[in-house]
């Protein structure tokens, strides 16, 4: 081997270390339940917990959904210091009517149950719903409300909160992501900021996320 080529070698070696230690974070290192990848494939702006906010009772529920009847799941923060419940954080709420069809669109019976699992990002306000496949009546559809009263007010990450963060604020809405068509769409919400919480109605499971 040549000197030329050995001290190229040299060089390159030191620089591909330096290169993946300079890599971006992967948000499947963060610590608790992950979700998938897509959402953050496609840079879309999620609302984030601050640094301050307590964690949530959990991360991960799983529960039983009936036909012919009414399911209601909630998720908190756990409790501060003088508090005997924790702030509310998530509310899943499906009618007596609501379920029409399970995992991979297969109609349902009266009395037929399907398990759902919902698992919460633990820094982004991101939640997915599994199975696939599961969808509500039109009529009839699932209810998803999430607070947001303990989200990073710094909404554009630009070190100030200021007048632009409370402008973005008004435009909080919920958005889930089509697998299929790899793509975030916009979802027609309620965004109460007296009570710091956005409101939509489900029509099918998928991953669903606060953004502007």
């Known amino acids: 081997m040549t000197a030329k080529l050995w001290l190229r070698l040299a060089i390159l070696l030191p620089l591909a270390g330096c290169r993946d230690a300079a890599a971006p974070v992967d948000p499947q290192d963060v610590v608790g339940p992950e ?9 879309i702006p999620i609302l984030q917990q601050s640094r301050t906010a307590p964690p949530l009772e959990t991360y991960q529920v799983s529960f039983w959904a009936y036909r012919g009847q009414a399911s209601t799941v909630t998720v908190n923060y756990q409790p501060v210091s003088g508090q005997s419940v924790g702030q509310p954080f998530l509310r899943l709420d499906i009618s007596k009517n609501g379920l029409k069809a399970g995992a991979g669109g297969k109609s349902l ?64 809405a ?39």
């Open 109 to 172: 019976k009266r009395g037929d149950s399907v398990a759902v699992t919902l698992t919460i990002d633990p820094v982004r306000f991101s939640v997915e719903f599994e199975p696939s496949g599961v969808l509500f009546s039109k009529n009839f559809p699932a209810n998803l409300t999430i607070w947001y009263e303990n989200a990073n007010p710094d909404l554009n990450d630009d070190g100030v909160v200021d007048a632009t963060d409370q402008a973005l604020e008004q435009q909080l």
């Open 174 to 212: 919920f958005w889930y992501h089509a697998v299929k068509q790899h793509a975030w769409s916009r979802l027609s919400s309620t965004n109460d900021t007296t009570q710091e919480s956005v409101s939509t109605a489900l029509y099918h499971f998928s991953q669903y996320a606060i953004c502007w």
């Open 35 to 43: 979700l998938s990848k897509a959402a953050w494939s496609r840079q």
